[in-house]
């Protein structure tokens, strides 16, 4: 399986921006979707973007006008551009494909977003 790494976490203030990376130990381009993955404390990780081969993108409503997710398949790479942030996008961020692997030891480490003030 495809290993992941996702980088580009930190503190920011509500309404700050962060750009999330998510590289990839090998091609991505066969993988058909890749999405990212949110985990706040106490719940389940949940899917908030995705995007296809062809870059057709979706969202779910809590990040939609916000939150871009691209690829880069030359790269290996995902990213999610996160805009407008909330305290409530306060989580750890893991990238995944799209049906995720069922293993949750097969996902990265993901990267800590905390948005404060």
């Known amino acids: 399986q495809v290993q992941f790494v996702e980088s580009g976490g930190g503190l920011v203030q509500p309404g700050g921006s962060l750009r999330l990376s998510c590289s990839a130990s090998?091609?991505?381009?066969?993988?058909?979707?890749m999405g990212w993955y949110p985990q706040a404390p106490g719940k389940q990780r949940e899917l908030v973007a995705i995007?296809?081969?062809?870059?057709?993108?979706n969202y779910a409503d809590s990040v939609k006008g916000r939150f871009t997710i691209s690829r880069d398949n030359a790269k290996n790479t995902v990213y999610l551009q996160m805009n407008s942030l909330k305290p409530e996008d306060t989580a750890v961020y893991y990238c995944?494909?799209?049906?995720?692997?069922?293993?949750?030891?097969?996902w990265g480490q993901g990267i800590q977003v905390t948005v404060s003030s």
């Open positions: 995944n494909p799209n049906p995720p692997y069922s293993d949750y030891n097969n």
């Open positions: 090998r091609t991505i381009f066969s993988i058909s979707a």
């Open positions: 995007i296809g081969r062809a870059s057709r993108t």
